[in-house]
């Protein structure tokens, strides 16, 4: 069984419990949304929260959080492979 997929899944889906919040993904979640970092920064774990606008905002930061750390994994993937047979 590849171990690659489950791997990537843990690095991107199962977020550290003790770390703060990623602060590109902060802002990146501002410039995205058109709330303040201040207020994206006090709501970004609202997720269970119950009020929507927070959940939201939680979800979005969440999403943006995966991306980006995607796309440093994709990147870093690439320039691993480049030249070589699998490019």
Do not use: Q
């Amino acid at each position: 069984m590849n171990k690659i997929p489950i791997l990537m899944f843990l690095l991107v889906a199962a977020p550290c419990a003790f770390a703060g919040p990623d602060e590109r993904a902060i802002k990146e979640t501002a410039k995205r949304t058109g709330y303040s970092v201040s207020e994206v920064r006090e709501h970004y774990s609202g997720c269970g929260s119950g009020i929507t606008p927070w959940m939201n905002l939680c979800a979005e930061y969440n999403f943006i959080a995966s991306d980006l750390k995607l796309n440093d994994l994709y990147g870093s993937v690439k320039k691993n492979v480049k030249g070589t047979s699998a490019e």
